[in-house]
């Protein structure tokens, strides 16, 4: 890799930290630029050409999305789908007007067919529809792939597309209706363990009937694969990146209730949809191609995640407990 300058869109955000600290890391990486979202609105053509203007950089990986859980994608469908195909299109194309050297675009495996074959390989990508509930989000970064062929194609631009499964990790979203799967179950048992009267547990609701299964990535392990990709790959095919294995959202639920010390009643609501029945991925042309293997263990990074979210309502609640004594002053 010759010295670069790198910009990473989303770099504020869950990934983006992560992989803001890795570039930290690289020798070859000179500088690093994460254009605010209050600063730069992706979604507004001249947000987009001012953020190139400012930041000069060689390299883009694209990861700013709109994205949430089943309930987030079927209340906003329409946002989901507009945000993130602007955000991606505008990014690439004027990456490509203002020379940039290279574009990894982060996709999603949303855009894989509701009933793709598992473990699901590159080459299924467009076999059939989606599943129903996150379809715009996954058919929005999916046109991020065409479009990065497209101009590699056209103008030469070296565009690479990777498909990370579910993440997780300290500092994820924590937050009930946008939060994904593993930090959703966390908040869930943590709050229900503390919540009872007299010490008694409330149960614990949980979407579906905890059938389908799902694969997860240590999101460090995410950001070591996104810089691997960023300085060996320079093809148009989709990488798949993952760790290889699925477990059953019901095992995954008794899970995070016993690292959780939950010790009441989970309620499966079979009313609400499943999402996408199963997701693996077949992860071998991120090894072949560039060297990615998962490195985390799956139990290891949930015990961190959920000692990080721990950590995090420790300093909340220091911060909002009312001082003691009179005139707010700490009693000795």
């Known amino acids: 890799m010759h010295p670069s300058r790198v910009l990473v869109t ?90 940039v050297q290279k574009f990894v675009s982060i996709g999603t495996i949303c855009s894989y067919p509701k009933f793709t074959p598992v473990p699901f390989v590159e080459s299924s990508l467009w076999d059939g529809y989606p599943e129903e509930t996150n379809a715009p989000y996954g058919l929005a970064k999916k046109m991020l792939l065409v479009q990065g062929q497209a101009y590699r194609h056209q103008y030469g631009l070296n565009a690479i597309t990777l498909l990370p499964v579910n993440l997780y990790g300290p500092g994820d979203n ?10 959703a179950l966390i908040r869930k048992y943590l709050d229900a363990q503390t919540g009872g009267p007299d010490g008694d547990a409330p149960p614990v609701v949980l979407w579906g009937d905890g059938t389908p299964t799902r694969e997860f990535l240590y999101v460090e392990d995410c950001a070591e694969a996104i810089i691997l990709a960023a300085e060996r790959y320079d093809k148009l095919e989709p990488v798949n990146i993952g760790a290889g294995r699925e477990i059953a959202i019901r095992d995954l639920a008794a899970m995070v209730g016993r690292e959780c010390g939950y010790r009441g009643q989970t309620i499966w609501d079979t009313s609400k949809p499943n999402g996408q029945p199963r997701r693996c991925l077949d992860t071998s042309r991120a090894a072949n191609e560039f060297g990615f293997r998962a490195a985390t263990a799956f139990e290891d990074g949930l015990r961190k995640t959920i000692a990080s979210y721990r950590a995090e309502q420790g300093r909340a609640s220091l911060v909002s407990r009312p001082p003691r004594g009179r005139a707010g002053r700490v009693s000795e």
Request: net charge negative.
């Open 10 to 99: 989303g770099g504020s955000g869950f990934l983006g930290s992560w992989v803001v600290r890795r570039l930290q890391r690289a020798d070859w990486c000179t500088d690093v630029f994460v254009p605010r979202s209050r600063e730069y609105d992706l979604r507004e053509k001249d947000a987009v050409i001012a953020m190139y203007e400012r930041a000069q950089p060689d390299i883009v990986i694209h990861l700013a999305a709109v994205v949430g859980g089943i309930g987030a994608n079927l209340a906003r469908p329409g946002e989901f789908f507009y945000d993130n195909l602007i955000m991606g299109a505008q990014c690439l194309h004027y990456a490509q007007k203002s020379g």
């Open 174 to 183: 924590f937050d009930l209706e946008t939060g994904h799967v593993i930090p």
